[in-house]
């Protein structure tokens, strides 16, 4: 399964290698863009373009409204995964050995302006 994150263009750093910084809940990343830039919507047209990124890549374009609403899709899915590592025993963090299973931390803010 794959998992796609998204992310907004706000800079792009270099056109001739279709490289693009992508912030990603507050964490600003180097992406490639290949997968979205054409003709049509060539490198410099990306910035403020919302995408979903994957290992590196700019998978595919979205807008706001569906960045939104895959934060917070990903919001509840941390919250579920925290509130059942509560319920496990003594010594189960349910983290995989991180030990961080009850600290509540908003990974994915909500895009500018939306009403999520």
Same mark, same amino acid.
């Given at each position: 399964?794959? *998992?796609?994150?998204?992310?907004? !263009?706000?800079?792009?750093?270099?056109?001739?290698?279709?490289?693009?910084?992508?912030?990603?809940?507050?964490?600003? &990343? %180097?992406?490639?863009?290949?997968?979205?830039? +054409?003709?049509?919507?060539?490198?410099?047209?990306?910035?403020? +373009?919302?995408? *979903?990124?994957?290992?590196?890549?700019?998978?595919? &374009?979205?807008?706001?409204? %569906?960045?939104?609403? /895959? *934060?917070? *899709?990903?919001?509840?899915? !941390?919250?579920?995964?925290?509130?059942?590592?509560?319920?496990?025993?003594? @010594? +189960? /963090?349910?983290?995989?050995?991180?030990?961080?299973? @009850? /600290?509540? &931390?908003?990974?994915?803010?909500?895009?500018? +302006?939306?009403?999520?």
């Amino acid at each position: 399964m794959c *998992l796609g994150i998204p992310g907004q !263009i706000i800079e792009i750093t270099n056109i001739n290698h279709k490289l693009a910084t992508v912030n990603i809940a507050g964490v600003k &990343r %180097q992406v490639n863009i290949a997968c979205i830039v +054409d003709e049509q919507h060539p490198p410099e047209a990306c910035i403020g +373009d919302w995408v *979903l990124v994957h290992v590196g890549f700019a998978m595919n &374009r979205i807008n706001e409204q %569906q960045a939104a609403e /895959t *934060l917070q *899709l990903l919001e509840e899915l !941390i919250g579920n995964r925290e509130e059942d590592a509560g319920t496990r025993g003594h @010594g +189960d /963090t349910g983290t995989r050995g991180r030990g961080d299973a @009850g /600290t509540r &931390r908003n990974f994915f803010p909500h895009p500018p +302006d939306s009403q999520v």
